[in-house]
């Protein structure tokens, strides 16, 4: 019971009875010292011991239901961090780079430069949710560059690095193109880089004209005022997400299907704890997952570089230098969590809300103490969610009653706490949809 603080948000009674406790304190009212010995042998003696055996029958009942029911969706948790390029540990076989590109400097110049703007680089920004709504779509800075022993003066601008918002919405297509549930990834490392462009028309006349040249963020002084001390340089967003190729398999026959091929797919190492993605491509008309094995619906025979996601469920390693938070979309293993995933029932009941709240992995951030039903929107700045590319549903935002979740921030000052309630809005809006959700800090 001393530990019931700490899980009262995972337990089937919203509060423990301790009955030796409550004896206890009764027997205090027994004035006469022989009877209250008497009743207490009696009662704790006695009762007590039944209480007790009853109480243990029940937590063993409560563990054998718990190991039968299967954890729903672990396959495709998904982690994210951040860390500078230098310190990428490519021999780390639970986190991958989000995109490739970024360990290739040069090439993503080439892709990202366009004849108005020069890439010069990629900052990540350690500021608040708030600070970060106020840097869509772009920023403008001054900077001065040295360049043939004279200082010139340059506009940069500052864009959210686009090429992260974009992996993610694919991922999310993949998530429908198989057929599997989709969870809120937490964005907030994701959100917090910017592209850095060089205005061309702010070059002088003798270097605009040549287009080979390439400017580099390190030669750059900007002048980014209030927030210098919030930028980092030189970082890249990794996951635990791995992109794989494969091909159809010469020695076993692709089984027809009316006048299409099914395929088995057996993918090298296959771990039954991971999950695991088909990217569709014109080649694929079905994808099902079965037990063990997925099934690829084709016109073709034979294929190759097809495309899968391996979604690695190992624990996270910290190789060396691997410093920042690691954002999770995990939930807490809990008997309730559990049994709601497979029954699919979900209780509308206070209790019940803030333990599907407080499983998520946000502890050491927020803590939910309230909520708030209105019908009017709060008077707090919104947060883009973090499933912007899902549509609103049957029920229009401005048709909805205003719940609002009230947080007691853990590290007030931290640049994720922000993102920690916007994580949490996100995913419980998917489940709540005849409420239009607000965090609130109190």
């Given at each position: ?12 009674e ?10 206890e304190?009764?027997?205090?009212e ?24 009853t ?5 063993a009942l ?33 986190l ?6 970024d ?20 900052v ?17 800075f ?49 959100e917090?880089f ?10 002088p ?9 390439q ?36 020695f ?7 006048s ?40 073709k ?19 060396l ?34 333990r599907r ?43 909805r ?42």
């Open positions: 019971m001393k530990n019931w603080k700490e899980n009262n948000l995972s337990g089937m919203e509060y423990p009875f301790d009955f030796r406790r409550y004896i304190e009764r027997l205090r027994i004035d006469d010292l022989g009877e209250r010995s008497f009743t207490k042998e009696v009662l704790l003696t006695g009762l007590g011991k039944a209480i007790q055996i109480e243990e029958k029940y937590q409560e563990r054998r239901i718990y190991e039968e029911l299967e954890l729903q969706g672990s396959q495709f948790e998904v982690v994210t961090t951040v860390v500078r390029r230098e310190h990428y540990d490519a021999i780390n076989q639970t991958f780079p989000v995109l490739e590109a360990l290739q400097e040069q090439k993503l110049s080439e892709v990202l430069s366009s004849e108005q703007a020069m890439y010069a680089g990629t990540f920004l350690k500021i608040s949710e708030a600070e970060l709504m106020s840097w869509r779509p772009e920023r403008r001054v900077a001065f560059w040295e360049y043939q022993d004279q200082v010139e003066n340059v506009t940069i601008s500052v864009r959210p690095a686009k090429r992260y918002r974009q992996e993610v919405e694919r991922l999310y297509q993949m998530f429908q193109d198989n057929q599997i549930a989709w969870e809120t990834i937490h964005v907030g490392h994701l917090r910017f592209d850095v462009y060089i205005e061309t028309v702010s070059l006349e003798r270097i605009s004209k040549k287009s080979s040249t400017i580099l963020l390190s030669e750059l002084d900007i002048q980014w005022g209030d927030v210098e001390t919030k930028v980092e340089f030189g970082m890249i967003p990794l996951w635990n997400i791995e992109r794989l190729s494969f091909d159809s398999e010469k076993k026959e692709a089984t027809i299907d009316g299409y091929y099914a395929h088995d797919i057996n993918i090298k190492d296959w771990a039954e704890t991971d999950g695991y993605l088909i990217e569709k491509n014109e080649e694929i008309l079905e994808i099902r997952h079965e037990r063990k094995k997925i099934v690829i619906k084709s016109p025979e034979e294929f190759r570089n097809w495309t899968v996601l391996h979604f690695t469920q190992k624990k996270t390693v910290r190789s230098d691997y410093q920042e938070a690691l954002l999770t979309n995990h939930k807490r293993d809990t008997f309730l969590g559990r049994f709601s995933a497979g029954s699919g029932v979900r209780l509308m009941t206070k209790a019940d809300l803030f709240i407080m499983d998520l992995d946000i502890r050491e951030y927020i803590k939910v103490v309230g909520y708030e039903i209105s019908e009017a929107l709060p008077a707090i700045p919104e947060a883009e969610s973090m499933n912007w590319f899902i549509p609103e549903g049957l029920i229009p935002f401005n048709h009653r205003f719940l609002s979740l009230q947080f007691e921030t853990i590290q007030p000052e931290h640049y994720l706490t922000g993102s920690m309630i916007n994580f949490v809005i996100s995913q419980l809006q998917m489940e709540l949809m005849e409420y239009y959700l607000v965090g609130v800090r109190v």
